[in-house]
């Protein structure tokens, strides 16, 4: 995959028009599993958009990468409701023993239901 088709899709994603940002992320959401570690990155990066770091958790949940399991650990504790949800569907969506074990880890510590 292209790093320049990335980073137009990335700028889309920051655009006040809503259709336009929504074309972005069924882009992105194609070809999640080919820029995973991109994706990682800008979520990262990301602190002045709660939306937007919710949609690139999204992302890299869409992109069933074992890559991924960090980000989804630490969002297990995030006090946002939604990087949660996103962190428990990654994790559920790897389906790996790594991942069950996190969930477990997150029920039985009493972060997630």
């Known amino acids: 995959m292209s790093r320049r088709r990335f980073d137009q899709a990335m ?8 259709q336009v940002r929504e074309d972005a992320f ?10 995973v570690d ?3 990155a800008e979520f990262a990066a990301e602190r002045d958009d709660p939306d937007l770091r919710c ?3 999204e992302l890299i949940a869409e992109a069933r990468s074992a890559r991924a399991l960090g980000v989804f650990g630490e969002q297990l504790e995030s006090p946002d409701e939604s990087l949660r949800f996103w962190a428990v569907r990654g994790l559920e969506m790897l389906d790996t023993r790594e991942a069950e074990h996190m969930l477990e880890q997150a029920r039985t510590g009493g972060w997630i239901a």
Do not use: S, V, W
């Open 11 to 18: 700028e889309r994603m920051r655009e006040g028009d809503a």
């Open 26 to 35: 069924d882009f992105l959401r194609e070809h999640a599993d080919g820029y």
């Open 38 to 40: 991109e994706l990682i």
């Open 55 to 57: 949609r690139l958790l």
